[in-house]
């Protein structure tokens, strides 16, 4: 009670002498506010599921090369976002995604150098699905898909998407992942063959 009694009578100090005393007790100092959590979200348990927010989902129809892009983990999938600083992806980020660390073999392109090509689904408002119809890739160097002791790429390695870009979404199923058309990756393998313009592959 008496350590109650001086934390209030030292709001009749001045800040320089209110510190002094707030140090002495071993008290902290500063807002009383500062750093405390803004609301339920912040306190939520970080296990709870969470999903994408509506307006920074990729829309965009686009075959090119998407760059510059950073790649950020939300749940269990990868995605790929239009740049690999937070601060602008809370402001206007635009994020498509990738797939699970289980369904990444089966749809990379290993250009046999020290780079992957992977396809980058964009969100269909009409189906309500992430599709790779009409959709971007991005050409990654290898060293920013670590690989874990079970020889797939570590997420828990990768950078989390930014809190203020997701929402809460408990007991919500995932958003849908339409098939790849068969053959994709095949083509893609095709194409490379006919090309031997390095300089055109680095466009993809």
């Not at 339920?40 to 927010?53: G, Q, S």
């Not at 797939?99 to 309500?128: A, C, H, N, Y």
């Not at 990654?140 to 990768?158: I, N, T």
Request: glycine content about 8%.
């Amino acid at each position: 009670m008496p350590a109650l009694q001086l934390v209030c009578a030292s709001s009749f100090y001045s800040d320089t002498e209110g510190a002094h005393i707030n140090e002495a007790m071993h008290l902290p100092g500063g807002d009383p506010e500062d750093g405390l959590p803004e609301g339920p979200e912040d306190v939520a348990d970080p296990h709870v599921p969470r999903k994408l927010l509506d307006e920074h989902m990729l829309r965009d129809k686009t075959v090119k090369g998407l760059g510059p892009f950073g790649l950020r983990v939300l749940g269990r999938r990868l995605f790929v976002c239009n740049s690999d600083q937070d601060e602008q992806l809370e402001e206007n980020g635009q994020c498509g995604v990738v797939g699970t660390k289980f369904q990444l073999p089966g749809i990379t392109l290993d250009l046999q150098s020290d780079r992957v090509v992977l396809p980058v689904r964009r969100w269909d408002v009409e189906k309500m699905v992430w599709t790779a119809e009409q959709a971007p890739h991005v050409m990654v160097e290898k060293y920013k898909l670590p690989q874990g002791a079970d020889g797939r790429v570590d997420f828990d390695m990768l950078p989390s998407m930014p809190k203020k870009m997701t929402r809460f979404s408990p007991g919500e199923a995932p958003d849908p992942i339409e098939a790849a058309m068969p053959g994709m990756v095949p083509c893609l393998v095709s194409l490379r063959r006919k090309v031997r313009n390095k300089a055109f592959l680095d466009l993809w």
